[in-house]
């Protein structure tokens, strides 16, 4: 594999065999604006939602090859984007089927409107 570096007015940019990749190395100055707090409020945001919990399940012979098959058949690229979005809709729909009432069932039924 051959890397070929150029520079590039603070971008570096990487050449190989696989493709090209282009980083930048020096940061640029923000202007000072209004927008500076939003910047602060969004960042806290996708810091809050950066996943840092691993969680990690086996699978089968069959189960892998059912899984490949469905994101081959499918084009999906990102499995695990694909699991962990699907697993989340599942326990969202739960949550929502099963949301606390105040009276069972039950008693529910037997209440006409």
Known sequence: MVFILQSVSNQCIFTTFA???SFYTGMTKKKASKN?????????IVSSLKRSHRTAFLLNHKEKEALDLYCKKNKIRNKS???RETLLRTIMDHFLDDYPTLFDKKDMD???V
Do not use: E, L, P, T
């Open 110 to 112: 037997k209440i006409k």
């Open 81 to 83: 984007k694909f699991m």
């Open 36 to 44: 500076s707090n939003k910047a602060q409020h969004s960042s806290a």
């Open 19 to 21: 493709g090209k990749f």
